[in-house]
């Protein structure tokens, strides 16, 4: 599992795998045309409140983390290694083409690709924090 798995299931919770369909009715080989078969649509999974989960998260955290503005304090809050090792890694897995040993900028734009990644996956997150 990558880096940015570990973060989106720290965020969404296991993903539950969908339920298997039902196989088809067997129905006479001679009226196929009279054959009508309904499948219900899947449930749609509940939005999860990104802002809402993190905060709630940091405020049993007993820390002073500004998860919103850094991807060190967005980690840490997740329970994930912040090292800059490991946020190099994850820069690799999300195609960074900046330069790694600028942490700085690279932090920078780690952030707003994870609040990318949370809104893509079905996350409900502030418009501020999409800019």
Known sequence: ?????????????????????????STPASSPSDVTITIPPAAAAPQVDVDAVLSELA??????????????????????????????ALAAELNYTGDTNDSAAMNVWLHKQVVKKFAENGGKVPADLLD
Do not use: C, H, Q, Y
């Open 59 to 88: 405020s049993k955290s007993g820390e002073d983390l500004d998860w919103k503005r850094s991807i060190v304090d967005l980690l840490k809050l997740l329970g994930i290694d912040s090292s800059l090792a490991n946020r190099k």
């Open 1 to 25: 599992m990558g880096l940015l798995s570990t973060i989106l299931t720290a965020v969404f919770g296991k993903k539950t795998a969908a339920p298997a369909e039902a196989p088809a009715a």
